[in-house]
């Protein structure tokens, strides 16, 4: 146990000199305050829904900025059945949501990167309305803070790998 620790702190100062940058470091972090968030409208209600939710966990993240840079973003949101019963009623849901990204330099309309993150959330149905209702909230809630995760770290990564 005590040599473990000795040879991490003798491997410490090695990890400096060779330019190792955590990504989640305070610099990292400081470019995020270059970051503007745009949400399309979307397709219909839920695409809305699940951009406003992506977009609220974006400003808890990151906070809301007016920088050099904007973060366009599509939502796409599906749900679909496919547990049926022997009764011909769905008892198990898939909710995906798909979020198309962009990052834009703002002084010249660049696409700096660009891709797509995903998230999906299988539940099953209860045969109350209301309760299937709060369910599928709960599902969008969950996959729309799980993309807004994954498109942190790729813009994380993103930062990290320019000078």
Known sequence: ???????????????????????????????????AIEVSEGADIGDKEAGFVVLQRLRDRIGVNNGMHI???DPRLTRDGFGISADDVTTRYDTSLT???????????????SGDVKSTTTYA?????????????NALAQDAKDV????????????????
């Open 1 to 35: 146990m005590i040599k473990h620790t000795l040879a991490t702190l003798l491997a410490l100062p090695l990890l400096t000199a060779c330019g190792f940058t955590p990504m989640h470091s305070a610099i990292g972090a400081e470019r995020f305050g270059d970051v």
């Open 71 to 73: 973060l366009k973003l």
């Open 99 to 113: 979020l198309r990204y962009s990052l834009i330099e703002a002084a010249s309309g660049k696409v700096l990167t």
């Open 125 to 137: 149905a209860p045969l109350d309305p209301y309760a299937l209702d709060s369910v599928d909230n």
């Open 148 to 163: 807004a995760d994954r498109l942190l770290l790729k813009l994380a990564g993103y930062y990290a790998a320019q000078p």
